[in-house]
DNA sequence: CTGTTAGCGCCTTCAT
DNA sequence: ATGAAGGCGCTAACAG
């Protein structure tokens, strides 16, 4: 059976809250008596209870991170880094895998203060609703990985991905294409994932920029994996005009292109350059041209924007934007 | 602000004690009251404060998950799995990712009635003290994939990785291979990752069976990795008398063996055939023959068998055992 | 400086 | 069937 801090005053002489005081570092106690109170904790090996003391504080001491049901590897490497980050506190991490169903259920429970001290949202298409909610029940979250403009006024920790797709195409611009294919998610909805988008776009400037015009048979979009992101890049490559690059929103997706382009005998990258996105760990084994984001960083970064805000609720809402940076490896070469 | 049972009881004009009677499903009370507290309960949108709750019937609610710091994908697969056999249940999950540094303080940490009410530890190698402490605080625990004899009496998930690395030898044997080589973990220590132990069991005992001589060279011991799957796969495809076979006791290693025979100027599965372990995604994408191991239900079994050992835990340990299947793709074909 | 007391929100006896 | 009271372990405000 598990001592108390009343065993500990017992123990020590003391009364409970000078216990306490020991515990929580007060000012207010004398050496000696500090020194008791630490030895009887030893002899009893005790530790606080943590729900009594949360109870009493008024605080959960936990922050939810919730993460979408495809757990794609740049979400656990994300989630790592929250982890990481709340190791040392005295914060416990609950994780939440979304699925459709629950979905909703499961937002909603999160959003109650006596639940969790704080929310962190990963990748997850939001509806204005649940903004609200949350902010209705005054329950602190951030936002990793969902680049709306309309969520200025909530804190954000946002990948420049529009950037990234610039580097990528401009890259490939450079390289000499001039025929270049885009292989991403779906457009869709003021909430979608909308990290494929950005890329999207970013993909778009640069053409431009370069007065490339935009072909419309040359952009996909599709649901995000292989096997899709395969049969749209089959499609342009069967095109009486094919690409002779193809950048694609993510680096499973690259896979679907490679495999594509295998298929139709093409090489790599002599007769097709592939770019990927995300730098996951498969990239550097296939020797994926990538956009490497710092996903372990945002995480961090996410926690550390939660704990500011749960201290301060009122304070400025902050957008950390992570860069990224263009990896250079061997999925994309000069153009024929 | 939450509102409190306290606000129930006045909407509804009843005692606390009966608002707490319809929150737990208690039979003792009439048609009608149950009827207006559950009205009171739904105007004020109120739920229940869990830390009360847990505090006053003296449970955590919570269950801890640790896996080890290198989170590999076979970790996640089994955390998925964990998460969504909870997702229904009352109980929330707070993750643990083990690091060297920290690896110590959380065991002993989550050794603590007073901190979670059960515990499930993934593919860590566990010394013994770490096991009496858990039982010495009473604390549930369940182990997934630490296959050790001497665990016997604690509620373990386990791979048949005996089994595994078996069916992956014999079909080497079958298509004809008598040279086959093997790359794994290292052997080391009673409480080491035991999954690759037991594969490299499963292989000598499929060589044995079919009366094939176990050659010191063709088997390699080193840390999981790629890179150094690779480098002991290059030093056998170097010797007078290399493999035409090689097993590689997970798909990561597998990778690292494709590399070596690339780099050597072999062609799979024509002059070199390479069978994986675990069908991890990134495995059908490659024609990766693996063995494919049951990861999510590993999960949710152990969450299964914690939750049985919390409700009694006086009953008799079980050994779940997960069986494996030979996935045959093409990355192995018949001998030269 | 330190002991005592009153909650935090809920569950569970014990009377009625 | 129901209301009142005591307690879960801790913190914080109040006396002294």
């Given at each position: 059976?598990?001592?108390?801090?009343?065993?500990?005053?017992?123990?020590?002489?003391?009364?409970?809250?000078?216990?306490?005081?020991?515990?929580?570092?007060?000012?207010?106690?004398?050496?000696?008596?500090?020194?008791?109170?630490?030895?009887?904790?030893?002899?009893?090996?005790?530790?606080?209870?943590?729900?009594?003391?949360?109870?009493?504080?008024?605080?959960?001491?936990?922050?939810?991170?919730?993460?979408?049901?495809?757990?794609?590897?740049?979400?656990?490497?994300?989630?790592?880094?929250?982890?990481?980050?709340?190791?040392?506190?005295?914060?416990?991490?609950?994780?939440?895998?979304?699925?459709?169903?629950?979905?909703?259920?499961?937002?909603?429970?999160?959003?109650?203060?006596?639940?969790?001290?704080?929310?962190?949202?990963?990748?997850?298409?939001?509806?204005?609703?649940?903004?609200?909610?949350?902010?209705?029940?005054?329950?602190?979250?951030?936002?990793?990985?969902?680049?709306?403009?309309?969520?200025?006024?909530?804190?954000?920790?946002?990948?420049?991905?529009?950037?990234?797709?610039?580097?990528?195409?401009?890259?490939?611009?450079?390289?000499?294409?001039?025929?270049?294919g885009y292989v991403g998610d779906p457009?869709?909805?003021?909430?979608?994932?909308?990290?494929s988008?950005?890329?999207?776009?970013?993909?778009?400037?640069?053409?431009?920029?370069?007065?490339?015009?935009?072909?419309?048979?040359?952009h996909k979009h599709g649901q995000h994996a292989r096997y899709e992101a395969r049969l749209m890049a089959s499609e342009m490559l069967?095109?009486?005009?094919?690409?002779?690059?193809i950048f694609a929103a993510s680096d499973t997706q690259a896979l679907g292109v490679l495999e594509a382009a295998r298929e139709?005998?093409?090489?790599?990258?002599?007769?097709?350059?592939v770019i990927g996105y995300?730098?996951?760990?498969?990239?550097?084994?296939?020797?994926l041209?990538?956009?490497?984001?710092?996903?372990?960083?945002?995480?961090?970064?996410?926690?550390?924007?939660?704990?500011?805000?749960?201290?301060?609720?009122?304070?400025?809402?902050?957008?950390?934007?992570?860069?990224?940076?263009?990896?250079?490896?061997?999925?994309?070469?000069?153009?024929?």
């Amino acid at each position: 059976m598990p001592h108390t801090i009343r065993d500990v005053a017992r123990r020590a002489n003391v009364g409970l809250g000078t216990v306490s005081r020991v515990l929580n570092n007060s000012q207010n106690v004398s050496d000696a008596t500090r020194e008791r109170v630490l030895q009887a904790i030893q002899e009893l090996d005790f530790s606080p209870n943590p729900l009594g003391r949360r109870l009493s504080l008024g605080k959960t001491l936990t922050i939810a991170a919730v993460v979408p049901f495809f757990t794609r590897p740049a979400a656990v490497e994300r989630l790592r880094g929250i982890e990481s980050a709340l190791a040392g506190s005295e914060y416990d991490l609950i994780v939440n895998i979304e699925t459709p169903e629950r979905r909703d259920a499961c937002l909603r429970d999160l959003a109650r203060r006596e639940r969790v001290d704080g929310v962190l949202i990963i990748s997850l298409p939001l509806r204005g609703e649940d903004i609200d909610s949350f902010q209705a029940a005054g329950v602190p979250f951030v936002l990793i990985d969902i680049n709306d403009p309309s969520l200025k006024a909530v804190d954000c920790v946002v990948v420049d991905d529009v950037q990234g797709g610039r580097k990528a195409t401009e890259y490939l611009i450079e390289l000499g294409h001039r025929h270049i294919g885009y292989v991403g998610d779906p457009l869709d909805g003021r909430f979608g994932f909308t990290s494929s988008r950005d890329r999207y776009l970013g993909y778009r400037m640069a053409l431009e920029e370069a007065g490339l015009r935009l072909r419309d048979e040359l952009h996909k979009h599709g649901q995000h994996a292989r096997y899709e992101a395969r049969l749209m890049a089959s499609e342009m490559l069967a095109l009486p005009k094919p690409p002779t690059a193809i950048f694609a929103a993510s680096d499973t997706q690259a896979l679907g292109v490679l495999e594509a382009a295998r298929e139709a005998g093409l090489e790599v990258p002599n007769d097709l350059s592939v770019i990927g996105y995300d730098d996951i760990e498969i990239a550097r084994y296939l020797d994926l041209t990538t956009v490497r984001q710092l996903l372990f960083e945002s995480g961090e970064i996410g926690i550390q924007l939660l704990l500011e805000r749960v201290k301060d609720p009122l304070r400025e809402p902050t957008w950390e934007i992570v860069p990224t940076e263009l990896i250079i490896r061997n999925s994309a070469g000069p153009a024929g």
